[in-house]
Every structure is written in C-alpha cells, then in structure tokens.
T-cell receptor, first 115, second 115 residues
Framework: ETGVTQSPTHLIKTRGQQVTLRCSSQSGHNTVSWYQQALGQGPQFIFQ???????GRGNFPPRFSGLQFPNYSSELNVNALELDDSALYLC??????????????FGSGTRLTVV | AQTVTQSQPEMSVQEAETVTLSCTYDTSESDYYLFWYKQPPSRQMILVIR??????QNATENRFSVNFQKAAKSFSLKISDSQLGDAAMYFCAYRVIQGAQKLVFGQGTRLTINP
C-alpha cells in the first residue's frame, strides 16, 4: 500500500506570490488534513477535507484555502504569501471522517521558504 | 480550548538506558485520544504509541510505554533500552473522538541518544 506523497519537497517563493502544494493520500483513505509546522514548533492544524468538502478549520486566514479531488488527493493554496508563511507543510490522511484511533498517516512535507 | 504542553525542549540519554518524556494537556472532554509521534530528520511524523482516554491500562508497544494519569492530565512516554535510531523530535498530541480529526500538538522534545 502506498503512503502519503507530497509535492514539491522544497519551494522558494517571493512575498506576495501564490503557492499550491499537493498531496496524494494513502490508498483507502478519504480524509485529508493539512498542518503548518514552523521551525522548532509543533504542527498547527490548518483544515481538513472529507468527500471534497472542508469540515474543520484551524485559526488560519482565508488566504489559506484547499481542495480535495474525487480520488481524495488534495491541494493547499496560499495567496499573498507573507514571510511568516515560511514553514513545513504536512499533509495527513486517515480512513474515515470519524477516524479511527490510529491517528493519521503523514507525508514528509513540503518545505516552503518565503523571501 | 485544548492545549498540549511538553516542558522538556531537549533530552539526552545513553544508549541502552531508559528515558521518560513528559507531556501534559488541558481539556474539558472526557473522551479523547492521546498520541506520541516521532519526527526524524526525514520530517515524516511516525506514530509511536496511542492511548484511548477511557482505557485505564497504559499502552505499550515493544520498548515504548506510556504513563497515563487522566486526573492529572499527564501522558508521559518511556523509552526503554534506547537505541541510536530513537534520536528524533517527539511530539505529544491530543484528539477529541467526535468531530473533525484535528490533532493538537505540543511543542516537541528533541531526544539525543549518546553512544
């Protein structure tokens, strides 16, 4: 079974630009969540997608948006990039909306640097 | 709001010895899950161990065990017979059972294994 795949692995963008990060969920998983991990910090929940609908959101502004596709893969879009958006962005998938108690399967993340 | 606190930014242990990582959390929920995740330099979050709050018995996975004190809202991780491959960032995380599968992470503890 395949794990969670994220692309690209690294990205450098200029302040004010827009970025799209991609995530392929693990086979059999229909729920995808995105997390932002600033350097030296724990991950912070951005939002979650289930059956192509956003069904939970953390304390992030609207310029953070997402999509989930019929094959359960997902995109995270960030508009008007700010320097503080520099972070590791982690995608995680799980088997169902209510989840099980096994937690998520995480990808290796995309390291975004905003200059 | 739920919060997770890891009071030890860094810990070190001699190879083959035992180390305990601390975690406390705050919640008004009675039913929830607790997790310990390991994040090596590869950046992928790897589930180490999980605990259901309704279970009084402490979870154990090979060399890893937890001390779950529900009344004290404490969830420490004990690593026995430490190995060089255990070196990583360790994150404690909390999740409610109902609703979106939002994980709330602590700030992490960097564990170093001395040969």
């Amino acid at each position: 079974e395949t794990g969670v795949t994220q692309s690209p692995t690294h990205l450098i963008k200029t302040r004010g630009q827009q970025v799209t990060l991609r995530c392929s969920s693990q086979s059999g998983h229909n729920t995808v969540s995105w997390y932002q991990q600033a350097l030296g910090q724990g991950p912070q929940f951005i939002f979650q997608y289930y059956r192509e609908e956003e069904n939970g959101r953390g304390n992030f502004p609207p310029r953070f948006s997402g999509l989930q596709f019929p094959n359960y893969s997902s995109e995270l879009n960030v508009n008007a990039l700010e320097l503080d958006d520099s972070a590791l962005y982690l995608c995680a998938s799980s088997p169902a909306y209510t989840g099980d108690n096994y937690g998520y399967t995480f990808g290796s993340g995309t390291r975004l640097t905003v200059v | 709001a739920q919060t997770v606190t890891q009071s030890q930014p860094e810990m070190s242990v001699q190879e083959a010895e035992t180390v305990t990582l601390s975690c406390t959390y705050d919640t008004s929920e009675s039913d929830y899950y607790l997790f310990w995740y390991k994040q090596p330099p590869s950046r992928q979050m790897i589930l180490v161990i999980r605990q259901e709050a309704y279970k009084q018995q402490n979870a154990t996975e090979n060399r890893f065990s937890v001390n779950f004190q529900k009344a004290a809202k404490s969830f420490s991780l004990k690593i026995s017979d430490s190995q060089l491959g255990d070196a990583a960032m360790y994150f404690c995380a909390y999740r409610v059972i109902q609703g979106a599968q939002k994980l709330v992470f602590g700030q992490g503890t960097r564990l170093t294994i001395n040969p």
